[in-house]
């Protein structure tokens, strides 16, 4: 199972663009990766979900390089709401515990 | 769509007591897993289905025993509760020939005095 390593923590204000990377250097061949969100006291909401290149849905945009050894999850223009974990999977199921994941702070 | 669903919401257990936590999924999936998730962590995975009539160890399985009562149930059993299993448990389903998008029900926050 590939290993991901993401940080702690980063902070942001409203309107601004955030970028969290992920870094997995053990991605196999078959390995999706996967980004899911977490508010306090509910489950994790998948974000969206890339193979190769970059992914674009109406929440996020998500790059990785040809290598696929890393990903960024990018939030455009990210509000006070937009506060949460955000958790990097790498797999092609889910038989695997999330990390910590990197929790984002936006403020006002 | 209900999607998945968690019962009971919350329980606060004994000691030594048993109980199981309960979770249906309406969206015809195939596998489905239980997750704890501690104060400030991350999920780890308890039990999973890949499918109905099979189960697995995940990561962190001892204490625990599960039941895949049909494709759309599965739960999770505490025998005999201990205060390190106090955290929140969400149950999730998945569709895995649809790629790794997994669906999470609300959690199940347990305490054990």
């Known amino acids: 199972l590939a290993k991901t390593t993401q940080p702690i923590s980063m902070d942001s204000y409203e309107g601004q663009e955030v970028n969290i990377t992920c870094s997995h250097n053990?991605?196999?061949?078959?390995?999706?990766i996967t980004w899911y969100q977490q508010f306090p006291s509910q489950g994790p909401r998948f974000i969206i979900q890339?193979?190769?290149t970059k992914v674009t849905n109406e929440v996020a945009s998500l790059f990785i390089p040809a290598d696929r050894k890393s990903s960024t999850l990018s939030l455009p223009r990210v509000s006070l709401s937009d506060t949460a974990v955000y958790y990097c999977?790498?797999?092609?199921?889910?038989?695997?515990?999330f990390g910590a994941g990197t929790t984002v702070t936006v403020r006002a | 769509n209900a999607g998945v669903t968690q019962t009971p919401k919350f329980q606060v257990l004994k000691t030594g007591q048993s109980m199981t936590l309960q979770c249906a999924q309406d969206?015809?999936?195939?596998?489905m897993y239980w997750y704890r998730q501690d104060p400030g962590m991350g999920l780890r995975l308890i039990y999973y289905?890949?499918?109905?009539?099979?189960?697995d160890k995940g990561e962190v399985p001892n204490g625990y025993n599960v039941s895949r009562l049909n494709k759309r149930e599965f739960s999770l059993r505490l025998e005999s509760a201990a205060p390190s299993q106090t955290s929140v448990y969400f149950c999730?389903?998945?569709?895995?020939?649809?790629?790794?998008?997994?669906?999470f029900g609300q959690g199940t926050r347990l305490t054990v005095v």
């Open positions: 999730a389903s998945s569709q895995v020939d649809r790629g790794t998008e997994a669906f």
């Open positions: 053990n991605i196999a061949t078959n390995d999706y």
């Open positions: 890339g193979y190769k």
């Open positions: 999977l790498v797999g092609d199921d889910y038989k695997l515990s």
């Open positions: 969206m015809n999936h195939n596998s």
């Open positions: 289905s890949a499918s109905e009539g099979t189960t």
